[in-house]
């Protein structure tokens, strides 16, 4: 089949592709059996799936159409860059309209060098930097927790999801999709089975074990979600969920969004509003204190889950830059 005659057939409109399965998001058009285009959606993570769709209805809804042009979608990413778009964001919106012309079997016009050099530009202009979300520190948890009420559902709940992703060294994501299956404890603590997460899209299984706190207080991971258990009666599904002003439970999980309002409003009471701590502070938080309190790589990174060595050591710099610089030698 020819380019054009396959080009015809393809959705060039945004309402032919929010009618779409999510599963099937990609591969709507292609000439597979049902069983091969699930699979071959499955590949992909479905947030990978859902960033796509946004990235293809925005190329769209700019006025341009598919299959695109190279000088198309440069035009498309340089007006992205004047809107402010991050060039991490631009970089996917590019990749998103590759791989759409990949899976359609035509001719990729990010591969162009128009393209490329509009890309590579962007990034030169951007000096290359990447900003990466604040530690907050221990002290910062025990400031963010000693402003909340813990005789409160709502406070305690917040208190035991912001601890445990700091323990944790979880990202948001991964904290709002934990399901009370997934815990199981343990003598001297708890083991958390992680099934997803954004570095582990194949399902493979990861566990965290976290400890318990022998001096209790309110930093205790366990026992603040033992006391967040016994409180709302959650014996099975999502672990963390929504109330509402009657003070009933909802079914399902906490979406990342409202973890990140959530967090915000404990920022506030807790007088840290001006940190600039997002939920990714957790996480980065946890490793500049346990690298700081001379824990090894190798433990850091088994609770952590980085594979990545070169992300990994960003936070390590960023923490010995601050803490032990090589020039204070006064």
């Given amino acids: 089949m020819s380019p054009k005659k396959k080009a ?28 091969a285009r699930r699979l071959l959606s499955d590949s992909m993570a479905k947030n990978t799936i859902l960033a796509f769709r946004s990235d293809i ?15 198309q979608v440069a035009n498309y990413l340089a007006e992205l860059h004047i809107k402010g778009r991050k060039p991490a964001t631009i970089s996917r919106h590019a990749s998103s309209l590759g791989t759409w012309h990949v899976y359609m079997q035509l001719p990729s016009p990010t591969l162009s060098l128009e393209v490329k050099g509009v890309l590579k530009g962007i990034h030169r202009k951007s000096d290359g930097r990447q900003r990466q979300a604040p530690a907050l520190r221990l002290h910062h948890l025990q400031q963010l927790l000693n402003a909340l009420d813990l005789e409160s559902p709502r406070d305690l709940r917040n208190a035991s ?8 060294a979880f990202r948001s994501s991964e904290v709002v999709a934990l399901y009370r299956e997934d815990i199981e404890w343990r003598d001297g603590g708890i083991v958390i089975t992680l099934r997803h997460s954004k570095t582990n899209q194949s ?11 022998p001096a209790g207080g309110r ?21 963390y969920r929504s109330i509402d002003q009657g003070g009933g439970l909802g079914a399902g999980r906490m979406h990342p969004v409202t973890f990140s309002n959530l967090l915000k409003q404990a920022l506030i009471r807790a007088g840290l509003a001006e940190e600039g701590f997002t939920t990714h502070s957790f996480r980065a938080g946890f490793i500049t204190e346990a690298h700081l309190r001379g824990k090894s790589d190798q433990q850091i990174k088994r609770i952590s889950g980085h594979r990545d060595q070169k992300t990994f050591e960003r936070y390590i710099r960023m923490a010995d830059d601050m803490h032990d610089p090589g020039n204070d030698i006064f």
Avoid at 13 to 35: F, I, K, P, Q, Y
Avoid at 220 to 236: F, K, N, T
Wanted: some cysteine; charged content about 20%; aromatic content about 8%.
């Fill in 219 to 239: 930093c205790c991971p366990v026992s603040l979600l033992e006391a967040w258990l016994e409180r709302s009666g959650i014996q099975r599904g999502a672990l």
């Fill in 8 to 35: 015809a057939g393809l959705p060039t409109d945004v309402s032919s592709w929010s009618d779409m399965e999510d599963s099937h998001a990609l591969t709507g058009d292609m000439e597979l059996s049902r069983a």
């Fill in 57 to 71: 209805r925005g190329f769209l809804k700019a006025g341009y159409s598919l299959p695109a042009t190279a000088q």
């Fill in 203 to 213: 399902g493979r299984i990861e566990q965290k074990t976290l400890p318990r706190n």
């Fill in 161 to 168: 999801m912001f601890c445990l992703c700091f323990y944790g």
